[in-house]
């Protein structure tokens, strides 16, 4: 965890391949699939509240927001190594973090996400963005890796590709960094989530 928050400090993200353990990923990957299955996903929409709407031209991914009350135990285990994130960076940079929320995300074949902030327009209680990527396998070629633009607050210039490999989690101030997931040629898979200030 050290490493990320030196990360944090350095350049407002982070990126650590290998931060949950396979078992565990492949195990969430498992209940989102199934979550699927079962047809609990929903299309992903852009905006909020009354503003809310599917626009296909922007991302086309399906969640399944996570409650905090029909936890599975491997939601559990994950939330709790998020909860010692959470007081982390509550301790280190004194963000007043007070909660998590987050969902299951499913990219189809195609899918993809354009540029965006993780912080609505008329709201600023996103602080830190957290995504676990859930894709054993994952080989180049097969797409949906995230773009995030280094300088906070720009859109343009220096960028990062992370692959979305399993088991990899990656950390960025909300309101700051532009990203976008570039399309991808299989399903992908992750948890994608936000602490959030009162």
């Given at each position: 965890?050290?490493?990320?928050?030196?990360?944090m400090?350095?350049?407002?993200w982070?990126s650590k391949?290998g931060?949950?353990?396979?078992?565990e990923s492949?195990r969430?990957?498992?209940?989102?699939?199934?979550a699927?299955e079962r047809?609990e996903?929903?299309r992903a929409?852009?905006?909020?509240?009354m503003?809310?709407?599917v626009?296909?031209?922007?991302?086309g991914?399906?969640?399944l927001?996570?409650?905090?009350?029909?936890?599975s135990?491997q939601?559990?285990?994950?939330l709790?190594?998020?909860?010692l994130?959470?007081?982390?960076?509550n301790?280190?940079?004194?963000?007043?973090l007070?909660?998590?929320?987050?969902?299951?995300?499913?990219?189809?074949?195609?899918a993809?996400?354009?540029p965006h902030?993780?912080?609505?327009a008329?709201?600023?209680?996103?602080?830190v963005?957290?995504i676990l990527?859930?894709n054993?396998?994952?080989?180049?070629?097969d797409?949906g890796?995230l773009?995030?633009?280094?300088?906070a607050g720009e859109k343009?210039?220096e960028?990062?590709?992370?692959?979305p490999r399993?088991?990899t989690?990656?950390?960025f101030?909300?309101g700051d960094?532009w990203?976008?997931v570039?399309?991808t040629?299989?399903t992908?898979?992750?948890i994608?989530?936000?602490f959030r200030?009162r």
């Open positions: 965890m050290l490493d990320l928050l030196n990360a400090d350095l350049c407002g982070a391949p931060c949950i353990g396979d078992e492949l969430l990957r498992t209940e989102c699939e199934k699927s047809g996903l929903k929409g852009v905006g909020r509240g503003n809310l709407q626009r296909e031209d922007i991302r991914d399906h969640v927001w996570l409650q905090n009350e029909e936890t135990v939601q559990a285990l994950y709790a190594r998020l909860e994130l959470r007081l982390a960076l301790q280190r940079f004194f963000l007043g007070f909660e998590y929320e987050g969902h299951f995300a499913i990219y189809p074949e195609g993809f996400y354009k902030l993780d912080r609505h008329d709201a600023a209680d996103r602080i963005t957290t990527y859930l054993p396998n994952w080989q180049p070629g797409g890796e773009k995030l633009w280094t300088t343009t210039g960028f990062i590709l992370i692959e399993l088991g989690l990656v950390c101030l909300s960094f990203h976008e570039l399309p040629t299989k992908r898979i992750s994608t989530g936000w200030q």
